[in-house]
Protein backbone atom coordinates (compact mmCIF):
# COMPACT_ATOMS: atom_id res chain seq x y z
CA UNK A 1 0.00 0.00 0.00
CA UNK A 2 1.66 3.24 -0.51
CA UNK A 3 1.81 6.21 1.75
CA UNK A 4 -0.95 8.42 0.62
CA UNK A 5 -3.45 5.57 0.52
CA UNK A 6 -1.71 4.12 4.19
CA UNK A 7 -1.81 7.31 5.86
CA UNK A 8 -5.28 8.08 5.18
CA UNK A 9 -6.75 4.36 6.01
CA UNK A 10 -4.84 5.03 9.75
CA UNK A 11 -6.65 8.75 9.41
CA UNK A 12 -9.97 7.15 9.58
CA UNK A 13 -9.48 4.84 11.51
CA UNK A 14 -7.48 7.41 14.67
CA UNK A 15 -9.87 10.29 13.79
CA UNK A 16 -12.93 8.02 15.50
CA UNK A 17 -10.98 8.65 18.96
CA UNK A 18 -11.15 12.24 18.93
CA UNK A 19 -13.10 13.56 21.83
CA UNK A 20 -12.75 17.12 21.81
CA UNK A 21 -11.89 20.28 19.06
CA UNK A 22 -8.99 20.77 20.11
CA UNK A 23 -7.14 17.38 19.99
CA UNK A 24 -8.82 16.94 16.74
CA UNK A 25 -7.39 20.41 15.89
CA UNK A 26 -3.83 18.75 16.99
CA UNK A 27 -4.71 15.47 15.70
CA UNK A 28 -5.25 17.53 12.02
CA UNK A 29 -2.15 19.47 12.47
CA UNK A 30 -0.09 16.29 12.98
CA UNK A 31 -1.94 14.92 10.27
CA UNK A 32 -1.21 17.30 7.30
CA UNK A 33 2.70 17.22 8.40
CA UNK A 34 3.12 14.26 7.33
CA UNK A 35 1.42 15.27 4.05
CA UNK A 36 3.71 18.51 4.22
CA UNK A 37 0.91 20.81 4.66
CA UNK A 38 1.01 23.29 7.20
CA UNK A 39 -2.34 25.68 7.17
CA UNK A 40 -5.68 24.21 7.13
CA UNK A 41 -8.94 25.93 8.03
CA UNK A 42 -12.69 24.83 8.10
CA UNK A 43 -15.15 27.05 8.44
CA UNK A 44 -19.03 26.53 8.70
CA UNK A 45 -21.99 28.07 7.40
CA UNK A 46 -25.59 27.93 7.11
CA UNK A 47 -26.54 27.18 11.14
CA UNK A 48 -26.27 29.20 13.93
CA UNK A 49 -23.30 28.76 15.84
CA UNK A 50 -22.38 28.32 19.65
CA UNK A 51 -19.63 30.23 20.87
CA UNK A 52 -16.17 28.74 19.46
CA UNK A 53 -18.07 27.01 17.04
CA UNK A 54 -17.97 27.57 12.68
CA UNK A 55 -14.31 27.61 12.63
CA UNK A 56 -11.00 25.62 12.87
CA UNK A 57 -7.74 26.68 11.83
CA UNK A 58 -4.40 27.04 11.68
CA UNK A 59 -2.87 29.43 9.43
CA UNK A 60 -0.29 32.09 10.15
CA UNK A 61 -1.01 34.74 12.69
CA UNK A 62 0.35 37.52 10.50
CA UNK A 63 -2.39 36.28 7.12
CA UNK A 64 -5.37 36.24 9.23
CA UNK A 65 -4.94 39.83 10.59
CA UNK A 66 -4.15 40.95 7.50
CA UNK A 67 -6.73 39.13 5.79
CA UNK A 68 -9.34 40.72 8.05
CA UNK A 69 -8.30 44.13 8.40
CA UNK A 70 -8.34 44.95 4.38
CA UNK A 71 -11.32 42.78 4.38
CA UNK A 72 -9.99 40.41 1.43
CA UNK A 73 -12.99 38.05 1.53
CA UNK A 74 -14.75 40.02 -1.10
CA UNK A 75 -11.77 39.64 -3.16
CA UNK A 76 -10.24 36.62 -2.10
CA UNK A 77 -10.00 34.37 -5.49
CA UNK A 78 -10.38 30.97 -3.81
CA UNK A 79 -13.96 32.31 -1.95
CA UNK A 80 -14.45 33.98 -5.72
CA UNK A 81 -13.95 30.21 -6.90
CA UNK A 82 -16.44 28.26 -4.12
CA UNK A 83 -19.37 31.03 -5.10
CA UNK A 84 -19.60 29.68 -8.55
CA UNK A 85 -18.61 26.01 -8.73
CA UNK A 86 -19.77 23.10 -6.25
CA UNK A 87 -16.82 21.06 -6.61
CA UNK A 88 -13.51 20.65 -5.08
CA UNK A 89 -10.47 22.49 -6.72
CA UNK A 90 -6.93 22.64 -6.17
CA UNK A 91 -5.58 26.29 -6.34
CA UNK A 92 -3.35 26.00 -9.22
CA UNK A 93 -6.05 26.14 -11.65
CA UNK A 94 -7.06 29.61 -10.39
CA UNK A 95 -4.81 31.38 -13.09
CA UNK A 96 -5.58 29.67 -16.05
CA UNK A 97 -9.69 30.42 -14.63
CA UNK A 98 -9.03 33.45 -14.52
CA UNK A 99 -9.31 34.15 -11.20
CA UNK A 100 -6.07 35.49 -9.94
CA UNK A 101 -6.44 39.62 -12.03
CA UNK A 102 -6.48 43.00 -10.29
CA UNK A 103 -6.61 42.51 -6.41
CA UNK A 104 -6.92 38.83 -6.45
CA UNK A 105 -3.71 38.56 -7.96
CA UNK A 106 -2.03 41.18 -5.33
CA UNK A 107 -4.23 38.82 -2.48
CA UNK A 108 -2.95 35.19 -3.86
CA UNK A 109 1.12 37.48 -3.95
CA UNK A 110 0.49 38.29 -0.10
CA UNK A 111 -0.55 35.04 0.85
CA UNK A 112 2.54 33.22 -0.97
CA UNK A 113 4.74 35.04 1.03
CA UNK A 114 3.03 34.11 4.12
CA UNK A 115 3.61 30.10 2.95
CA UNK A 116 -0.15 30.11 1.11
CA UNK A 117 1.38 29.54 -2.28
CA UNK A 118 -0.30 26.17 -2.87
CA UNK A 119 -3.22 24.51 -2.03
CA UNK A 120 -6.98 22.49 -2.55
CA UNK A 121 -10.12 23.70 -1.40
CA UNK A 122 -13.29 21.64 -0.71
CA UNK A 123 -16.58 23.37 -0.78
CA UNK A 124 -18.83 20.58 1.41
CA UNK A 125 -22.54 20.93 0.64
CA UNK A 126 -24.56 18.80 2.90
CA UNK A 127 -26.59 17.99 6.13
CA UNK A 128 -29.73 20.17 6.65
CA UNK A 129 -28.69 23.17 4.30
CA UNK A 130 -25.32 23.40 6.07
CA UNK A 131 -22.25 24.44 4.14
CA UNK A 132 -18.25 23.82 4.66
CA UNK A 133 -15.59 24.91 3.18
CA UNK A 134 -12.41 23.10 3.84
CA UNK A 135 -8.56 23.99 2.74
CA UNK A 136 -5.61 23.15 2.90
CA UNK A 137 -2.19 25.17 2.06
CA UNK A 138 1.10 24.68 2.18
CA UNK A 139 4.61 26.18 -0.53
CA UNK A 140 4.24 23.08 -2.23
CA UNK A 141 1.93 20.57 -2.47
CA UNK A 142 3.18 17.19 -3.77
CA UNK A 143 2.38 16.29 -7.49
CA UNK A 144 1.34 12.74 -6.22
CA UNK A 145 -1.95 12.39 -8.20
CA UNK A 146 -3.39 10.17 -5.24
CA UNK A 147 -3.08 13.69 -2.90
CA UNK A 148 -6.12 15.06 -4.19
CA UNK A 149 -8.48 12.24 -3.89
CA UNK A 150 -7.15 11.17 -0.58
CA UNK A 151 -7.65 15.17 0.85
CA UNK A 152 -11.30 14.90 -0.20
CA UNK A 153 -11.97 11.95 2.08
CA UNK A 154 -9.90 13.08 4.63
CA UNK A 155 -11.86 16.31 4.04
CA UNK A 156 -15.31 14.77 4.73
CA UNK A 157 -14.21 12.75 7.74
CA UNK A 158 -12.61 16.09 9.00
CA UNK A 159 -16.08 18.08 9.06
CA UNK A 160 -18.27 14.85 10.12
CA UNK A 161 -15.71 14.72 13.38
CA UNK A 162 -15.75 18.45 13.98
CA UNK A 163 -20.03 18.51 13.29
CA UNK A 164 -20.27 15.44 16.00
CA UNK A 165 -17.95 17.33 18.37
CA UNK A 166 -19.76 20.52 18.42
CA UNK A 167 -23.37 20.19 17.88
CA UNK A 168 -25.23 18.35 20.80
CA UNK A 169 -28.49 18.90 19.26
CA UNK A 170 -27.62 16.87 16.12
CA UNK A 171 -31.26 14.94 14.95
CA UNK A 172 -30.80 11.09 15.47
CA UNK A 173 -30.01 9.25 12.24
CA UNK A 174 -32.20 8.21 9.58
CA UNK A 175 -33.14 4.80 9.08
CA UNK A 176 -32.06 3.01 6.19
CA UNK A 177 -33.42 -0.38 4.86
CA UNK A 178 -31.28 -3.47 4.59
CA UNK A 179 -30.86 -2.69 0.58
CA UNK A 180 -30.34 0.33 1.19
CA UNK A 181 -27.58 -0.45 3.23
CA UNK A 182 -26.36 -3.11 1.35
CA UNK A 183 -26.07 -0.37 -1.91
CA UNK A 184 -24.41 1.96 -0.01
CA UNK A 185 -21.58 -0.15 1.65
CA UNK A 186 -20.81 -1.57 -1.94
CA UNK A 187 -20.47 2.53 -3.14
CA UNK A 188 -18.38 2.74 -0.38
CA UNK A 189 -15.99 0.37 -1.64
CA UNK A 190 -15.64 1.69 -5.00
CA UNK A 191 -18.29 -0.69 -6.99
CA UNK A 192 -20.18 1.54 -9.81
CA UNK A 193 -24.01 1.16 -9.76
CA UNK A 194 -23.92 -1.20 -12.48
CA UNK A 195 -21.44 -3.45 -10.23
CA UNK A 196 -23.47 -3.53 -7.19
CA UNK A 197 -26.61 -4.28 -9.44
CA UNK A 198 -24.50 -7.41 -10.48
CA UNK A 199 -23.66 -8.05 -7.48
CA UNK A 200 -26.97 -7.98 -6.12
CA UNK A 201 -28.81 -9.47 -8.40
CA UNK A 202 -30.94 -5.88 -8.99
CA UNK A 203 -30.99 -3.22 -11.98
CA UNK A 204 -28.32 -0.57 -12.11
CA UNK A 205 -31.43 2.00 -11.81
CA UNK A 206 -32.84 0.27 -8.34
CA UNK A 207 -28.99 0.45 -7.42
CA UNK A 208 -29.43 4.20 -8.41
CA UNK A 209 -32.87 4.92 -6.58
CA UNK A 210 -31.67 3.13 -3.13
CA UNK A 211 -28.40 5.28 -3.26
CA UNK A 212 -30.61 8.36 -4.21
CA UNK A 213 -32.33 8.03 -1.03
CA UNK A 214 -30.11 7.26 0.63
CA UNK A 215 -28.15 10.54 -0.10
CA UNK A 216 -32.01 12.00 0.22
CA UNK A 217 -32.79 11.04 3.59
CA UNK A 218 -28.93 12.20 5.06
CA UNK A 219 -29.72 15.51 3.17
CA UNK A 220 -26.30 15.11 1.10
CA UNK A 221 -25.08 15.97 -2.45
CA UNK A 222 -22.90 13.10 -3.26
CA UNK A 223 -22.53 9.22 -2.39
CA UNK A 224 -19.60 9.30 -0.62
CA UNK A 225 -20.72 11.98 2.26
CA UNK A 226 -23.88 9.63 2.59
CA UNK A 227 -21.43 6.62 3.06
CA UNK A 228 -19.14 8.98 5.64
CA UNK A 229 -22.32 9.87 7.39
CA UNK A 230 -23.59 5.86 7.53
CA UNK A 231 -20.31 4.99 8.65
CA UNK A 232 -20.03 8.20 11.64
CA UNK A 233 -23.39 6.53 12.73
CA UNK A 234 -22.60 2.89 12.45
CA UNK A 235 -25.11 1.95 9.69
CA UNK A 236 -22.73 0.38 7.67
CA UNK A 237 -18.67 -1.15 8.05
CA UNK A 238 -16.04 -0.17 6.08
Excluded at 155 to 174: A, C, M, N, V, W
Excluded at 184 to 206: P, V
Amino acid sequence: MDFVTDRTVRFIEEIKKIETTTGLADFMTRTLDEFEIKHFSLFELGREAKPGAGALAKFPDEWGKRYLEKRYEYSDPVHRKILQSKTPFLWNTLKEEGFLTGKSRTIFHEGSECGLKDGCTFPIFGVNGRTAVITYAAPRLHDDPRLFPAMQLISLYFHGKYRELTQSDELPPPELSPRERECLRWAGAGKTEFEIGEILSISAATVHTHIDHVRQKFGVHTTMQAVVEAMRHHLISA
